[in-house]
């Protein structure tokens, strides 16, 4: 009988201490969100990576207000809000410094290409993505994409083409990320899409090059370049650059004036 009594003791004790344990750990967890909530608040926002806007343009397209909390913050949504009011950000990075400043990392898209379709010059990024829209006599300072049509295009919507074009549609994506990638978009007249059985690309001014559709437009753009670094290549010659071959090997046709 004693050891049933002691026993008694013993679980009620132990029944006790993790109570007691349980209500300490809620009561640091409650203090920890109550400081956070009532100390970590934005006072600064600090943007870096900027060109074409202002750190005041990303901030106020942030939609963050001063005396934020900073861990009630919804980042994905300030990410969505920042790239819903300007198309040319690509992509954002969004960290606390403690004990008050919001950091807000931006990748700007760069030189864009140009899509005419009934008189209105759509710009779109190397990503894919339509950033703006320009009267059709301002299109000439982009490289030209033709040979297709756009599917409902509005400034801020990812590129998509019209049905009959959809087979060029992941080459063109691709190509466009691979010259972006290689630094090489500056140097883009034109992309053709016309042909079915392989795109062109006008390059330099001097030279049009054949692709094949599906490609892996990396590797070509470093024969391309490797071909264009070639002592034989003389800064007067024009022609066809043709990289439609499966190897390393690359044909080109020079034009005979």
Same mark, same amino acid.
């Given at each position: 009988?004693?050891?049933?009594?002691?026993?008694?003791?013993?679980?009620g004790? @132990?029944?006790? +201490?993790?109570?007691y344990?349980?209500?300490s750990?809620?009561?640091?967890? =409650?203090?920890i $969100? %109550?400081?956070? #909530?009532?100390?970590?608040?934005?006072?600064?926002?600090?943007?870096?990576?900027?060109?074409?806007?202002?750190?005041?343009?990303?901030?106020?397209?942030?939609?963050?207000?001063?005396?934020?909390?900073?861990y009630?913050l919804?980042?994905?949504?300030?990410?969505?809000?920042?790239?819903?009011?300007?198309?040319?950000?690509?992509?954002?990075?969004?960290?606390?410094?403690?004990?008050?400043?919001?950091?807000?990392?931006?990748?700007?898209?760069?030189?864009?290409?140009?899509?005419?379709?009934?008189?209105?010059?759509?710009?779109?990024?190397?990503?894919?993505?339509?950033?703006?829209?320009?009267p059709?006599?301002?299109? @000439?300072?982009? +490289?030209?994409?033709?040979g297709?049509?756009?599917?409902?295009?509005?400034? =801020?919507?990812? $590129? %998509?083409?019209? #049905?009959?074009?959809?087979?060029?549609?992941?080459?063109?994506?691709?190509?466009?990320?691979?010259?972006?990638?290689?630094g090489?978009?500056?140097?883009?007249?034109?992309?053709?899409?016309?042909d079915l059985?392989?795109?062109?690309?006008?390059?330099?001014?001097?030279?049009?090059?054949?692709?094949?559709?599906?490609?892996?437009?990396?590797?070509?753009?470093?024969?391309?370049?490797a071909?264009?670094?070639?002592?034989?290549?003389?800064?007067?010659m024009t022609g066809?650059?043709?990289?439609r071959?499966?190897?390393?090997?690359?044909?080109?046709?020079?034009?005979?004036?």
């Amino acid at each position: 009988m004693a050891r049933r009594k002691h026993t008694k003791r013993r679980r009620g004790r @132990g029944s006790f +201490g993790f109570l007691y344990k349980l209500l300490s750990v809620l009561l640091i967890c =409650g203090a920890i $969100l %109550a400081a956070m #909530t009532l100390f970590f608040r934005v006072d600064k926002i600090a943007v870096t990576g900027q060109k074409r806007y202002t750190a005041e343009e990303i901030e106020a397209a942030s939609g963050v207000e001063p005396g934020s909390n900073m861990y009630l913050l919804n980042k994905y949504e300030v990410v969505r809000s920042i790239i819903r009011e300007l198309p040319y950000i690509e992509d954002i990075r969004i960290n606390r410094k403690l004990p008050d400043t919001l950091l807000i990392e931006v990748r700007e898209s760069g030189r864009p290409f140009v899509l005419v379709q009934d008189g209105i010059a759509w710009l779109i990024s190397a990503g894919g993505k339509i950033v703006d829209q320009l009267p059709e006599a301002e299109a @000439g300072q982009y +490289g030209l994409i033709s040979g297709c049509q756009l599917l409902a295009p509005a400034v =801020g919507t990812t $590129l %998509a083409l019209a #049905t009959e074009y959809a087979s060029q549609q992941t080459s063109l994506l691709n190509l466009m990320e691979a010259l972006d990638g290689a630094g090489l978009t500056e140097n883009v007249d034109g992309i053709r899409l016309d042909d079915l059985s392989y795109l062109k690309m006008d390059y330099i001014g001097r030279f049009t090059v054949w692709m094949a559709y599906g490609a892996d437009y990396e590797w070509e753009l470093k024969k391309l370049t490797a071909t264009l670094a070639d002592e034989k290549i003389q800064d007067n010659m024009t022609g066809t650059i043709d990289l439609r071959l499966n190897s390393s090997e690359v044909r080109l046709i020079q034009n005979v004036r």
